[in-house]
């Protein structure tokens, strides 16, 4: 039966990871999986409509389901129509996350009315000890909508002050000022506030247009004319210049097959143009159509709508079309999701090699390693294709490559030792590396625009990418070193083979970092000699990067000095996770320099917290070798 | 060989010196990358990296509390070369160790060189116009001109550290003296209408009566502009001609006449001038489309040779700097307000070759070692 295991693990795995490719049936309705994948232009790009209601999800909630009061579920996709056409509805789902107290009670919420009352026995008791929650932290738009007024005075107070100085008050304030206001410009998107017939409207506006214009170009020129007629036309150019101020999503193609993202305007821009050219912007009548259809529940005809003008779009923009498609599935798949839960399950089952079934767990672990660097390598070359970019763009993307690098260098050791050491830290890399890039998926589009002076494909394929991987094999080093503290002081698992084999591990690697992160820099100040005339500036981010070199160096020559042994070797390479950690995170933090271009007042604490535990690690390396089980004397 | 020297000889050898050292130049970048948060990035170099040592104030004295960048990047060079005379052998197997160091040493160096070779000037230019000189980030001058002759100025600069010092300027092409009486490397400059408290000013002459200048804080941060003041006396062989209040930001040169000449007087940013000269033809600042980030800025410029001509027009634009005459000149910063200003950095840097190589070296020389190492254990593991 052991010896079947790896076949098992990894088939069922696979499975996992692979059903996620078809469509669940009782998840949503085919026509709305549809209208999610409808293209409009947003963040700089074109992108699904289902991209643009989960990343709207994460930014304002932190995840993507919806849970409605009644304890019911809206996918991402189903939540986006309703803040789009029936936004009296979704003004009701409980979807902005407010955590910070003062907060609160700027709207009026206090521990007593946000605790959740819970009916069975078993969810007080779990309420109680912290297992299901035991308050509401997301507040729906009706709720703050009474507050608005102070929201938006407090939000000017704070606003002015730099992001790093602000208190956590004024960050919360900002943060769900700009929740709010992303979440009326998505509803202010294709309809008017307040408008329960558009289609309606714009159909008497159509009908009506010849006339109006007519009895408006009179009215300007003082001439007898149908005060009513041309007082509905400029009443409605009035209601279309509000609209085309109030969103930012331009959920409308150009005329023909015109592919000049440029080109691409909102809804209230192709109604204004409606005056001149003498009808009404189909695209904006489809999108007027769903909303009646999608309001009235007349699920046939929301369906036929969405494929009429779904098909008229890949006629006309086939490749754009066909990169929306790939994005949804991309998004329904959730690939590194996947590739996260595997990382964990190899982690396990490496460990379980040291303790039980040391064959076929160290190969089930290599299988499933192996498996969730493939999907993950599949996840990334996806985002290369959608973005028309290298792997590493921004801090989400430089985590996921982190991961993959260093899984990479964990397949090749475990192919050479054979001892489930770098399944282990692959597993454990991987897993923490896809944790981080979740939560940096919180700030938005993950596929956002690359900011002017970063906008070099041929710097970024060679720069970041090889720096990057310095970062990669540093972590490993570090994470290797880990494995053998852990291992030593809380197991009897490390013997004097295994303990020189990591060693080497943790050498070899380091000497590898030493290359990538050297080359890397280097690449990086002909870069800088290339765009700004000098070769290093002593920017935060380079300085970081030195420091990573530098402490490489440090660890290969205090090795050939005779400095350290064994153990001084392994926590300098633990010392080594606190100075690429700092270097990729908390030099972000400084919010100053050319490359400060992502702060999160969570990740410093997390920072904190991660090099609280390595420090606590290599105080655990110096604990006398006696206290260790693996080398204490067998009683 | 004396048995000191021996000693001595053995630390700088050592690989313990080495280890050392790393770690202190370590603990000094990542001291440097905390205070660029007050200081700035120019006042840090200043402070950490082209110093001996890093100073701090100790009641009222300064004293070296550091070791600065100057003497880590020195003991590191002395450390590397006397170990390659004294310790390391010749041997096929630190081929890749020597190229390293070699190409170690040649950074080292070449990043002395730049650290004082190196210059750093802007130039902002509006559409249409036209400036053969490019402009200092930090320092000023008084520049007094014999405006005379309406075709063609004759300057006299005077660096702003004279007037800090209170340097007395006289000077064989002007009939008077210059008397520094006040110096503020950083203050405001007010009509006295906007500031009614202002105390009296001891300047009597040209702007001086009409505006107050009040001290400020010298701003180290990046974004942070300084506009130093100087009170300047002009004494002429017969007695004081008045005192005038100088600062770029009184915007224009003040005026006056003496023994038949004219004379502008104007502290401004220290000029450095070129035989050619720019013209911005035109500037544009691209944004992503339904975004407010920045895609793109780019300066249509033309380049008038000496020689006049026509000339050539060169399009400066991110990661595209424009190569000319020993110059560097790239896409530095804009004027928002208007998006037809645009302000390029103009660098010097004559040894910027040499990162290049050096780099190639330790690069190849890793790879080397590396592969040496590498070979050495799959022989190990295979016997």
Redesign the interface.
């Known amino acids: 039966m052991t010896r079947r295991m790896p076949v098992f693990v990894v088939l069922i795995a696979a499975v996992c990871v692979f059903q996620g490719l078809f469509p669940q049936p009782n998840a949503q309705p085919a026509a709305v999986t549809a209208f999610g994948r409808l293209p409009v232009?947003?963040?700089?790009?074109i992108k699904p409509l289902d991209s643009v209601a989960r990343s709207t999800l994460l930014v304002i909630q932190g995840r993507q389901r919806v849970e409605l009061p009644d304890g019911s579920e809206l996918t991402p996709d189903e939540w986006l129509l309703d803040v789009m056409f029936v936004p009296e509805k979704a003004d009701d789902y409980r979807v902005f996350v407010v955590d910070n107290t003062d907060l609160l009670s700027l709207i009026g919420k206090n521990d007593e009315n946000l605790k959740i009352h819970y009916d069975s026995t078993a969810k007080q008791i779990g309420a109680l000890i912290g297992i299901v929650p035991s308050s509401r932290r997301r507040m729906s738009f009706n709720e703050i909508a009474p507050y608005l007024a102070q929201i938006e005075a407090q939000e000017k107070l704070a606003e002015p002050v730099l992001a790093q100085a602000r208190t956590r008050f004024q960050s919360a304030v900002v943060q769900l000022y700009g929740n709010l206001s992303h979440y009326l410009r998505i509803r202010r998107s294709v309809q008017p506030d307040g408008s329960t017939d558009f289609l309606g409207e714009l159909l008497s506006l159509q009908g009506n247009l010849v006339d109006g214009i007519e009895a408006v170009r009179a009215k300007e020129a003082g001439k007898p004319h149908d005060e009513a007629k041309a007082a509905a036309i400029i009443d409605e150019g009035q209601k279309f210049v509000g609209m085309a101020e109030s969103t930012?999503?331009?959920a409308i193609p150009p005329d023909g097959d015109e592919t000049d993202?440029?080109a691409?305007h909102?809804a209230g821009h192709a109604l204004l143009e409606t005056f001149g050219k003498g009808e009404v912007n189909p695209a904006v009548l489809a999108y007027a159509g769903m909303a009646y259809a999608w309001r009235k529940d007349q699920a046939e005809s929301f369906s036929h709508i969405v494929e009429l003008y779904g098909s008229s779009l890949d006629k006309r923009f086939p490749k754009q079309v066909e990169k929306t498609r790939i994005e949804t599935l991309f998004n329904a798949v959730e690939p590194f999701y996947a590739c996260m839960m595997i990382y964990l399950a190899a982690f396990l089952f490496a460990a379980l090699s040291w303790l039980r079934w040391p064959e076929p767990a160290r190969i089930s672990a290599w299988g499933l390693v192996a498996l969730a660097w493939s999907v993950a390598t599949l996840g990334i070359a996806t985002r290369m294709w959608l973005e028309g970019r290298p792997p590493v763009t921004n801090l989400y993307s430089s985590a996921l490559f982190i991961g993959w690098g260093s899984v990479a260098l964990c397949l090749v050791l475990e192919a050479?030792y054979k001892n489930a050491i770098g399944s282990a830290a692959a597993g454990m890399i991987g897993f923490a590396t896809l944790l981080i890039a979740h939560h940096l998926a919180l700030a938005g589009d993950t596929m956002?625009?690359m900011?002017?002076?970063l906008?070099?494909n041929f710097?970024l394929a060679t720069h970041v990418v090889v720096v990057t991987t310095g970062y990669a094999s540093t972590f490993l080093a570090g994470m290797l070193a880990v494995i053998y503290v852990l291992r030593g002081v809380f197991t009897r698992t490390l013997d004097k083979a295994t303990a020189d084999s990591l060693a080497?591990m943790v050498y070899?690697i380091v000497?590898?970092a030493?290359?990538f992160s050297?080359?890397g820099t280097?690449l990086g100040?002909?870069?800088a000699?290339?765009?700004?005339?000098?070769?290093?500036?002593?920017?935060?981010k380079e300085?970081?990067a030195?420091?990573i070199v530098?402490?490489n160096?440090?660890i290969l020559?205090?090795r050939?000095?005779?400095?350290v042994r064994q153990r001084g070797l392994i926590c300098l390479a633990i010392f080594g996770n606190i100075?690429t950690s700092?270097s990729w995170f908390g030099?972000n933090m400084?919010?100053?320099?050319l490359h400060s271009y992502g702060f999160t007042e969570a990740a410093f604490w997390w920072l904190s917290a991660f090099i609280a535990l390595q420090l606590a690690l290599i105080a655990l390396a110096n604990l006398p070798l006696e206290k260790w089980r693996s080398f204490r004397p067998a009683a | 060989m004396s048995e000191y020297f021996r000693q001595l000889r053995g630390v700088f050898v050592?690989?313990?010196l080495?280890?050392v050292l790393?770690?202190l130049?370590?603990v000094l970048?990542?001291w440097?990358?905390?205070d660029?948060?007050h200081l700035g990035?120019w006042a840090?170099?200043q402070k950490f990296?082209h110093s001996l040592f890093v100073t701090a104030k100790v009641g009222d004295l300064r004293l070296p509390i550091y070791p600065g960048g100057y003497l880590i990047g020195g003991l590191l060079l002395v450390n590397l070369l006397s170990a390659h005379i004294y310790r390391f052998k010749l041997g096929w197997r630190k081929t890749g160790i020597w190229i390293a160091h070699a190409g170690l040493i040649l950074l080292l160096v070449g990043?002395l060189i730049?650290g004082i070779v190196?210059q750093?000037f802007s130039m902002r230019l509006d559409e249409g116009q036209t400036k053969n000189y490019s402009e200092s980030n930090r320092l000023s001058e008084l520049a007094i001109i014999d405006a005379t002759d309406p075709n063609f100025d004759d300057v006299v600069a005077i660096p702003e550290s004279m007037l800090a010092k209170g340097t007395v300027v006289q000077s064989p092409k002007l009939p008077f003296r210059v008397v520094p009486k006040g110096y503020f490397p950083n203050a405001q400059v007010q009509m006295r209408s906007q500031a009614p408290g202002a105390p009296a000013s001891p300047a009597t002459s040209g702007m001086g009566p009409m505006v107050a200048v009040t001290p400020m804080e010298v701003d180290y941060t990046?974004e942070g502009h300084n506009f130093p003041s100087a009170y300047v006396e002009i004494v002429g062989p017969d007695g004081s001609l008045g005192t005038w209040v100088v600062s770029p930001l009184l915007g224009n040169p003040q005026g006056f006449d003496y023994a038949g000449r004219s004379f502008k007087i104007f502290l401004r940013p220290v000029r450095h001038y070129q035989p050619f000269s720019i013209t911005l033809e035109k500037f544009s600042h691209d944004i992503?489309?339904?975004?407010s980030?920045?895609?793109?800025?780019s300066s249509k410029i033309r380049i008038n040779p000496p020689e006049g001509g026509p000339g050539r027009e060169v399009l400066i634009y991110?990661?595209?700097?424009l190569?000319y005459a020993g110059l560097?000149?790239?896409q530095?910063s804009f004027d928002p307000e208007t998006d037809k200003t645009t302000v390029l950095?103009v660098?010097r840097?004559p040894s910027?070759l040499i990162?290049?190589i050096s780099?190639a070296a330790?690069?190849l020389g890793?790879?080397i070692q590396?592969l040496i190492?590498l070979a050495a254990?799959a022989k190990r593991?295979r016997a």
């Open positions: 232009l947003s963040d700089g790009r930012d999503l331009l993202p440029n691409w909102n050479v956002e625009m900011r002017a002076v906008d070099s710097w080497r070899g000497c590898f030493t290359l050297f080359v280097a100040g002909i870069w000699d290339q765009s700004w005339g000098r070769f290093w500036g002593w920017d935060p300085n970081g030195l420091i530098i402490w160096a440090l020559h205090a050939w000095g005779g400095l100075v700092w030099t400084l919010g100053i320099g | 050592s690989l313990r080495t280890v790393l770690a130049s370590i970048v990542f440097a990358t905390l660029q948060v990035v840090v170099q990296f990043e730049s190196q750093d990046e992503f489309p339904g975004t980030i920045d895609r793109n800025f991110m990661n595209n700097p190569r560097t000149y790239y530095a950095e660098v840097n910027w990162p290049y780099c330790i690069a890793l790879v590396f190492h254990f593991r």
